[in-house]
């Protein structure tokens, strides 16, 4: 016997699979995972969990505020509302 070419045995193999079961696995939609060092995934966790937490802080400020009936305004003490008070003088 000559050997299967290896994009032929694929598709055998492939079609086998389909013949003995249903199962698919999902697309892939990232990158698969890789090994990082124990330092960087505590890193990334750690920056993960500061970044939850602030998430959590907006959004029980933004409940409060809402219960609380306030309403935000922009504040620019150095902007163009801080000038609308000031005369305009002329040095002639």
């Given amino acids: 016997g000559s050997p299967v070419p290896p994009e032929e045995r694929r598709l055998r193999d492939k079609k086998h699979l389909d013949d003995i079961t249903a199962a698919r696995l999902p697309p892939l939609h990232h ?21 939850y937490e602030e998430m959590q802080a907006k959004l029980a400020a933004q409940k409060l505020a809402e219960r609380l009936n306030i309403k ?3 504040f620019e003490p150095e902007g163009e ?4 008070y000031r005369e305009v003088r002329d040095e002639d």
């Fill in 31 to 51: 990158s698969p995972a890789k090994l990082i060092s124990i330092e960087e995934s505590i890193a990334i966790q750690i920056q993960q969990k500061e970044a």
């Fill in 72 to 74: 935000m305004l922009r």
């Fill in 81 to 84: 509302a801080s000038m609308q």
